[in-house]
Structures are given as structure tokens and as C-alpha cells.
């Protein structure tokens, strides 16, 4: 089992909707939880970073964290073709040496058609 | 601002030649971090630096080496490459090494080894 679980898509949906992306994770040491967004031949990007169970709004994204359920999702309302993408969940936990390094779902490529 | 810069954008290579990437991170960062993207997967972690230490390593093989300078950058170098090595090497900058610090990543160079 891997330690973080990410349904790789690919996803389509038409532009307005709400689109739901979901990671489950089975390593229980993991503290911070991240979403990124990663479009083609381009970094990650940072959208959203969160600490403690419960909701993080940002505009049109919210991100949900279920530590008792190893469950994180993130939510984007109102969807525009802007919004095709990569989107890539991440987690870290504490490693040592002062270190903490990210581990990362394969990420779900979303589609939003006009 | 900047964001993290690295150079080069692309690169090929012929198995067994060794090759180094560069990384510039963001005005005031001063911990990097190196990550390996395949095709189709999420990022793995390779190397952490902070004050120009190293502060964690990925499983990735000894060939793999990295280093921070005094002003923060960094050079990633790996020695006897494989077919296998042929991925996009991300860059990413924080303030510092700690979990509370969020990662910030470059564009990457695309590596191909033939």
C-alpha cells in the first residue's frame, strides 16, 4: 500500500461546476497537508496549506483534512477551463535531521470543458 | 519577485555521462529541497539543504549528490546516468526546514538520457 492514495483521473467536468479531489493517506505522522497545482510542462504550484482537521477556504477552493479518517479532499467551486490541470496532493511528516519532506499522490488531471 | 529559477530548462544526455542542475531559490529562502517527477507520478523526494547542510535524503542512489552555497543555490549532480534518470528535476525553496514552512517549487529541467 502506498502511503499516499490519489485517483489519477483523468477527470472532466463542464465549467461552473464543483469538483471534488480526494487523497487518502495511511501514515499517521504526516502533519501538513498541501495541495498543488501543476500544469503541463510547468512546477508545481502552491494552492493551499493546511495544518489541524477542518476546512481552509481560499476563493473558490476549500481544502478539507480528516486526520481520523486519513481523508484530505479539495474543493473548487464555480470551475473554469483555467482551472485544467494537474492537481497534486502532498504531505509531510517530520524525517529526522530537522527535515521534513514532502510525499506526493501520482495527481488527478482535471479537464473543464467550456 | 523571482520565483525559484533553474537552469538548464532542458537537457539530454547519453547513458553514463553525468550531468548538474542548478537551482536559485526565492529572495530570503534558505532552506532547498530536490525532487524527481516521472512521467504520470507525483514528485519524489531526493535532498533537503538548509544553511548548507544537508538536512534529508530520499532512496535514491549514491550517484546522486547535491550542494548549497553560500548565497542559498544549489547544484544537484548525478554521475553515470541511466535510462531511467530521464524525469523532471524540481527544485523548491521555503523559508526554512521545518513542516510550517511551505514549499515553493521552480519549473524544473526536463532530463532525457538516451
Known amino acids: 500500500q502506498k502511503e499516499v492514495e490519489q485517483d489519477p483521473g483523468p477527470l472532466s467536468v463542464p465549467e461552473g461546476a464543483i469538483v471534488s479531489l480526494n487523497c487518502t493517506y495511511s501514515n499517521s505522522a504526516f502533519q501538513y497537508f498541501m495541495w498543488y497545482r501543476q500544469y503541463s510542462r510547468k512546477g508545481p504550484e502552491l494552492l493551499m496549506y493546511t495544518y489541524s482537521s477542518g476546512n481552509k477556504e481560499d476563493g473558490r477552493f476549500t481544502a478539507q483534512v480528516d486526520k481520523s479518517s486519513k481523508y484530505i479532499s479539495l474543493f473548487i467551486r464555480d470551475s473554469q477551463p483555467s482551472d485544467s490541470a494537474t492537481y497534486l496532493c502532498?504531505?509531510?511528516?517530520?524525517?529526522?535531521?530537522?527535515?521534513?519532506?514532502?510525499?506526493f499522490g501520482k495527481g488527478t488531471k482535471l479537464s473543464v470543458i467550456p | 519577485d523571482a520565483g525559484v529559477t533553474q537552469s538548464p530548462t532542458h537537457l539530454i544526455k547519453t547513458r553514463g555521462q553525468h550531468v548538474t542542475l542548478r537551482c536559485s531559490p526565492i529572495?530570503?529562502?534558505?532552506?532547498v529541497s530536490w525532487y524527481q517527477q516521472v512521467l504520470g507520478q507525483g514528485p519524489q523526494f531526493i535532498f533537503q539543504?538548509?544553511?548548507?547542510?544537508?538536512?534529508g535524503r530520499g532512496n535514491f542512489p549514491d550517484r546522486f549528490s547535491a550542494r548549497q552555497f553560500p548565497n542559498y543555490s544549489s547544484e544537484l549532480n548525478v554521475n553515470a546516468l541511466l535510462l531511467g534518470d530521464s524525469a523532471l528535476y524540481l527544485c523548491?525553496?521555503?523559508?526554512?526546514?521545518?513542516?510550517?514552512?511551505?514549499?515553493?517549487f521552480g519549473n524544473g529541467t526536463r532530463l532525457t538520457v538516451t
Open positions: 539543504y538548509y544553511e548548507k547542510e544537508e538536512r
Open positions: 523548491a525553496s521555503s523559508l526554512a526546514h521545518r513542516g510550517n514552512s511551505p514549499l515553493h
Open positions: 502532498a504531505m509531510s511528516a517530520y524525517s529526522g535531521a530537522g527535515s521534513y519532506q514532502l510525499t
Open positions: 529572495s530570503g529562502h534558505k532552506s
